[in-house]
């Protein structure tokens, strides 16, 4: 089992920025990725950032060249630096992680954390 507990999070001013942090405790040797995906209300849940255990990156075209992934040495830390800010980066973020793989939507995904409340305005 791994434990994913998220910080950060809150309300900013559309052009600001904010970070978001996921802890991973437990059986962390057995993630094979890491990420976050978000929720607005009313839409589906999407994937917006995931690194692989061989630090391979990926991004949704919304987010790209605004939000970094990053993770610490021990690789049981992300953080998720999200600049640029828009209203329509308004959603839940929500730390996951799996063994395998992720999908688009985040179904079937191994871990979740709890989320985390990101608002944006305009």
């Known amino acids: 089992q791994v434990q994913l507990v998220e910080s950060g999070g809150g309300l900013v001013q559309a052009g600001g920025s904010l970070r978001l942090s996921c802890a991973a405790s437990?059986?962390?040797?057995?993630?094979?990725?890491m990420g976050w995906y978000r929720q607005a209300p009313g839409k589906q849940r999407e994937l917006v950032a995931s690194?692989?255990?061989?630090?391979?990156?990926n991004y949704a075209d919304s987010v790209k060249g605004r939000f970094t992934l990053s993770r610490d040495n021990t690789k049981s830390t992300v953080n998720l630096q999200m600049n640029s800010l828009k209203p329509e980066d308004t959603a839940v973020y929500y730390c996951?992680?799996?063994?395998?793989?992720?999908?688009?939507?985040?179904?079937?995904?191994?871990?979740w954390g709890q989320g985390t409340q990101v608002t944006v305005s305009s």
């Open positions: 690194i692989r255990s061989v630090d391979s990156t």
């Open positions: 996951a992680a799996d063994r395998n793989q992720f999908s688009w939507s985040g179904r079937g995904v191994d871990y």
């Open positions: 437990g059986s962390i040797s057995t993630i094979n990725v």
